[in-house]
């Protein structure tokens, strides 16, 4: 039987250190058993990698992720999570059931859309002095709505008691707000979940502080 390259090679994964997106397909990753490569795109130096005519064409966005996966190219890290799910073995990252595969997503879209691109490196730099008071009010009224939500479909994690993309989501969005001095202890459902969470592996090997491209003073 005649198998195509493309499904034989590793994925590789285009990214960057501490992007809260690229973290969350670590994560996918380390969840399913798969090992993949990393290409560090570096968001700051030589004024932004992601900004190059090469990088362009994996992702005409300038964002990172970019993943090359099984002959195709994926970015948008909500997209590349799902792909993975539906494509390789090993637990769930959505559950079964719809009511909560629907809970799942919700959570997921309140992170990925409407908390982090908020206080992302692009809007911040355009952002300029109040950096730091911008990411704080648009980290803290995500949360404010986030916490209800958790509160009602929590179990052990953000939906029930199995992993899923919810969960992959929060905890770099939690990274993130502590980078910000958000104080999370206002939202114990979130505050419970990530510390539940960060104990796990697949969670703590994909941290930025011990990534191939994290700089040597960052590191754990």
Partial sequence: MHVSLALLSKPVLHGYFRSSCSWRVRIAFALKGIEYDQVAVNLVKDGGQQLTEQYKKLNPML?????????????????????????????????????????????????????????????????????????????????????????????????????????????????NAERFKVDVGQYPTIQRLNQTLVEIEAFTVTNPSGQPDTPVELRA
């Fill in 63 to 175: 964002q990172v992720p970019a993943v090359e996966m099984d002959g195709i190219t994926l970015s948008q890290s909500l997209a590349v999570i799902q792909y993975i799910d539906e494509t390789r073995p090993g637990p769930r990252l959505l559950p079964a059931d719809p009511k909560q595969r629907a809970q799942v997503r919700m959570i997921s879209d309140i992170i990925a859309s409407g908390i982090q691109p908020l206080q992302n490196l692009y809007v911040i730099q355009k952002v300029g002095a109040e950096k730091m008071q911008w990411a704080q009010h648009f980290i803290d009224r995500g949360f404010q709505a986030l916490e209800p939500i958790l509160k009602e479909t929590a179990g052990k994690y953000c939906v029930g008691d199995e992993i899923s993309m919810a969960d992959i989501c929060l905890v770099p969005q939690v990274y």
